[in-house]
């Protein structure tokens, strides 16, 4: 039997802040071990640390710039 917690969580588009559900697994040890959106419109982006979400309607450009935006400050941080 697993002791990982499945949480349903809400989060926005990285891009936009629409707001959408997702299906978030976690280790106990507290980091993330995958996540699914649960809710129409929306697709997971990958990030192995946290669950992050954006609209379908978005191109791919966008949220890879909207991701770099966001998480360009926390790189150094995430590498160590």
């Known amino acids: 039997?697993?002791?990982?917690?499945?949480?349903?969580?809400?989060?926005?588009?990285i891009v936009c802040g629409k707001i959408y559900d997702?299906?978030?697994?976690?280790?106990?040890?507290?980091?993330?071990?995958?996540?699914?959106?649960?809710?129409a419109g929306g697709h997971r982006v990958p990030d192995a640390h946290?669950?992050?979400?954006?609209?379908d309607t978005h191109p791919a450009a966008k949220i890879e710039a909207a991701y770099a935006k966001l998480f360009s400050?926390?790189?150094?941080e995430d590498d160590e």
């Open 1 to 13: 039997m697993s002791d990982n917690k499945n949480l349903n969580e809400r989060h926005g588009c």
């Open 50 to 55: 946290r669950p992050l979400v954006a609209c």
């Open 73 to 76: 400050d926390h790189k150094s």
């Open 22 to 39: 997702l299906l978030v697994v976690y280790h106990p040890d507290g980091h993330m071990v995958d996540c699914k959106v649960t809710s």
